[in-house]
């Protein structure tokens, strides 16, 4: 199964305070020693991280009752997934993991440090979310240069589409083995820094909203502004 190489998105300083759940104007401000802090981690984690992105484009046979029917007598169904995939001429499933190195290097430093333990787990929620957007932007790029339109990626969890429906779906079609990536019986994915998602591509995709409208936080999230309208 292929494994997209060569992806090292850069994570600055601001993505880790969002991560944490911080507004890094306010921060900078209120409480500039925790910049310092998360710049330290992001230099301490950043040669922990293993970036990886698996992947898998099936084409796409019909829709029916919420049920995406793909090639080889493979299927996604869902609300969501019917509400965006129904145009899609092919899906792509997309794994993005960073590994368990910096997960295992941040529970050993929260012992003796949690502030800087906190941090580094602000860097490894920062690195997949930039690793995911960056694989979409490379799919969605590669669709744009066929003339071809995208979803926006649609993940378990998002309004339409539960993680105890959406998950074991991309586990079926996903050899996650080669990248080391597992699905326990409760849907949690590990090493706890993975994300996954799928896309559909298509000549008659028109794109529209963002991975935002179908957040189960999107009522309440204050960083809505700061993503782009794809995702």
């Not at 792509?92 to 368990?100: E, F, K, M, N």
């Not at 000549?203 to 936080?217: E, L, P, Q, R, S």
């Amino acid at each position: 199964m292929p494994i997209l190489e060569g992806i090292s998105p850069i994570i600055d300083v601001d993505q880790v305070l969002k991560a944490q759940g911080a507004d890094p104007e306010i921060i900078r401000k209120r409480k500039p020693q925790l910049v310092k802090i998360a710049q330290n981690a992001l230099e301490q984690g950043y040669p922990y991280l293993d970036f990886k992105v698996l992947f898998r484009e099936i084409d796409v046979l019909s829709l029916k009752h919420e049920r995406l029917k793909l090639e080889d007598q493979h299927e996604l169904k869902g609300k969501l997934i019917a509400e965006h995939l129904g145009p899609a001429a092919k899906v792509i499933l997309i794994l993005c993991t960073i590994g368990s190195r910096l997960e295992d290097y941040s529970l050993n430093t929260i012992k003796s440090d949690p502030v800087t333990g906190l941090a580094l787990e602000g860097v490894g929620s920062a690195a997949v979310e930039a690793l995911a957007n960056a694989a979409c932007n490379y799919f969605e790029e590669k669709a744009h240069e066929e003339n071809l339109g995208s979803t926006i990626p649609l993940s378990p969890g998002m309004i339409g589409w539960s993680v105890e429906e959406g998950q074991p779906q991309i586990f079926k079609l996903l050899d996650t083995n080669e990248i080391g990536v597992s699905l326990t019986t409760s849907y949690l994915m590990l090493p706890r820094k993975t994300l996954s998602m799928v896309i559909g591509i298509g000549a008659d995709i028109k794109a529209g909203g963002k991975t935002c409208d179908y957040c189960t936080m999107n009522e309440t999230c204050a960083y809505q502004h700061q993503y782009t309208s794809s995702h």
